[in-house]
């Protein structure tokens, strides 16, 4: 079955903390200029010596003095889907754009710390808001779902992200320089694409994003860098979308990751568990591989395969498959703007990921 959406964009916009410092003046003792000043869009120069001077200037300096890292940024989007659902509903196939919505897509506030010592623990916070925080929210309770009169799982907040992270200090044995410890609610470590909007080369998600992974655990990882080229995480989590788990199951997550070279690298990621409400011999599992590529200083390709399995969850009890492939180059015009496009195909043989099933491009 294809499924083709057109949509009109009328309106995007983000506001980010962090950028370049601020402009120097050029003598034959100082860098270089900074490249983001004095191009074909000079005329925005002030704002970013705003931001330079004002916002990020007081977040570095919050930074020194605790060491606490301050983010917040904001997207807002207008959408006209031509297939005419009704308004504010999700895309038909996307998971996270609304039809003719005015709602705030995401405003997020975070905070990242990192772990001092034997003794001080790092943290990471991620407080979302909007219709975004809805469409990606996890199940909190346990009951099998984002449910209708579950309160805090139908609003328009959530909590992303909250978890401690600790790491091997410096003086502790060579061997294990580098381990890392992180415990809470995380990101998934599967997929080429995140939930923030600003942070993916393509405003929109791709449908494996929307429907091949998982978008948040709950549990806890342990990472490694084997060497300079080659690194492992692995760990034990509640399972897809959970803070507490419906069957009183565990799921393993893993990932491996290798840099070929400052062109290329490589990352394989795989999960495996029980996902099914008060049933844990059914398991759901995905494999995930994700290669980024860039030929050139400002082209860069993304390029992710995740194939799918989950037991008895297809109609008539039958397994259910699904697996797709998705594909983006992005072009760097300046540094400070770039343009990317993106294709993809996927297939949901039993309709367990859609609802519908079928081939979808």
Do not use: C
């Amino acid at each position: 079955m294809r499924q083709t959406t057109i949509m009109v964009w009328l309106l995007a916009g983000g506001v980010l903390l962090g950028s370049a410092g601020p402009t120097r003046a050029a003598d034959e003792t100082a860098p270089p200029p900074d490249p983001t000043r004095g191009q074909w869009d000079s005329f925005l120069d002030p704002l970013r010596d705003f931001e330079d001077n004002g916002i990020t200037a007081t977040q570095k300096r919050i930074e020194d003095a605790t060491k606490l890292h301050l983010t917040a940024d904001l997207t807002e989007a207008y959408m006209w889907d031509f297939n005419r659902p009704r308004s504010g509903s999700l895309i038909a196939l996307h998971s996270l754009e609304h039809h003719n919505d005015g709602v705030p897509v995401i405003g997020q506030l975070g905070a990242f710390r990192p772990s001092e010592g034997w003794f001080i623990p790092g943290l990471g916070l991620k407080l979302d808001a909007g219709k975004v925080a809805r469409d990606v929210k996890a199940d909190w309770n346990g009951n099998g779902g984002v449910k209708h009169g579950d309160t805090f799982e139908t609003t328009d907040f959530d909590v992303q992200e909250a978890y401690l992270t600790w790491t091997m200090p410096d003086d502790g044995p060579s061997l294990l320089k580098g381990l890392s410890l992180k415990g809470g609610k995380f990101v998934t470590l599967l997929g080429a694409e995140v939930i923030e909007p600003w942070s993916n080369f393509n405003y929109s998600r791709s449908y494996l994003f929307s429907f091949a992974i998982p978008f948040t655990h709950t549990g806890a990882l342990v990472s490694y860098p084997i060497n300079d080229k080659l690194s492992v995480t692995g760990g034990a989590v509640e399972g897809w979308d959970k803070v507490q788990s419906n069957n009183q199951g565990w799921t393993g997550i893993g990932n491996i990751t290798y840099t070929l070279s400052d062109q290329v690298t490589l990352a394989g990621n795989g999960i495996w568990g029980p996902e099914q409400t008060n049933k844990t011999g059914n398991k759901r599992g995905v494999a995930d591989f994700v290669a980024t590529i860039k030929p050139t200083s400002a082209l860069t390709l993304l390029l992710n395969y995740d194939w799918g399995h989950e037991d008895a969850a297809a109609a008539g009890g039958e397994a259910a498959l699904w697996q797709g492939f998705a594909a983006v180059a992005s072009y760097a015009f300046t540094d400070r703007i770039s343009s990317a496009v993106r294709g993809e195909w996927f297939e949901d043989h039993g309709g367990a990921r859609t609802g519908i099933g079928g081939i979808f491009y």
